[in-house]
């Protein structure tokens, strides 16, 4: 079992940073792919970027590319996003989440989830 708490949301001006982190308990190896989304009020959940939990890939979706950054630190159990050039259509509440499987690109699956944590982006 893998337990997920996410930390670092915030509230910013269009062009700022954060950088909130996902800690992970239980067994974090045991999951292959881990993730963040989010979810604006009155709108679904979006899936946002990717990473494995051993090695180097990673997936992001269009509208943050070249903008946010994922990554992890397994010595620390925790998965980091990097949102630079923030942009008040990134204000949400976003979850980490975690699955077995090890198809980034593959959206579905994901079955630990943390509580979130809120991002507001002002203009």
């Known amino acids: 079992q893998v337990q997920l708490v996410e930390s670092g949301g915030g509230s910013v001006r269009a062009g700022a940073f954060l950088d909130p982190s996902c800690e992970a308990s239980?067994?974090?190896?045991?999951?292959?792919?881990w993730a963040w989304f989010r979810r604006a009020q009155g709108k679904g959940r979006e899936f946002v970027a990717a990473?494995?939990?051993?090695?180097?890939?990673?997936y992001y979706t269009d509208s943050v590319k070249g903008r946010f950054t994922i990554s992890r630190d397994n010595a620390k159990n925790t998965v980091y996003l990097q949102m630079n050039s923030l942009k008040p259509e990134d204000t949400a509440v976003y979850y980490c989440?975690?699955?077995?499987?090890?198809?980034?690109?593959?959206?579905?699956?994901?079955?630990?989830w943390g509580q979130g944590t809120q991002v507001t982006v002002s203009s």
């Open positions: 990473i494995r939990w051993s090695g180097s890939n990673t």
């Open positions: 239980g067994r974090p190896a045991s999951a292959g792919s």
């Open positions: 989440a975690a699955k077995a499987g090890l198809n980034l690109s593959f959206l579905q699956g994901y079955d630990h």
